[in-house]
Nanobody, 123 residues
Framework: VQLVESGGGLVQPGGSLKVSCAAS????????MGWFRQAPGKEREFVAT????????YYADSVKGRFTISRDNAKNTVYLQMNSLKPEDTAVYYC?????????????????WGQGTQVTVSS
């Protein structure tokens, strides 16, 4: 499975940004997808995850109510809509995929990872 993120960039505090992750190499509808992020000097942390069908989602407390994960199985793409962005959301955002139809909030179950896209929240 190949995962390619896009859509990162610079945004002002309070602004919005939508990052995407395009998958190839495997039946996308049989992959649970997750978003993680890593800020400079910090460990990678879980952001959000979505099940095979998209019926189930789960978020880190730090982004709940501000971020929305979604998927389009016809386009083999998962999205992360980020609203009300804060400077502490600045990080490299990684897309990850697992063959398990599960809600996984740690990195271990995810077999496939993208290269990451930088999101910077600053005025």
């Amino acid at each position: 499975v190949q995962l390619v993120e896009s859509g990162g960039g610079l945004v002002q505090p309070g602004g919005s940004l939508k990052v995407s992750c395009a998958a190839s190499g495997r039946t996308f509808s049989r992959l649970a997808m997750g978003w993680f992020r890593q800020a400079p000097g910090k460990e990678r942390e879980f952001v959000a995850t979505i099940s095979w069908s998209g019926a189930t989602t789960y978020y880190a407390d730090s982004v709940k109510g501000r971020f929305t994960i979604s998927r389009d199985n016809a386009k083999n793409t998962v999205y992360l809509q980020m609203n009300s962005l804060k400077p502490e959301d600045t990080a490299v955002y990684y897309c990850a995929a697992t063959l398990l139809d599960t809600i996984a909030t740690t990195g271990a179950p995810y077999e496939y990872w993208g290269q990451g896209t930088q999101v910077t929240v600053s005025s």
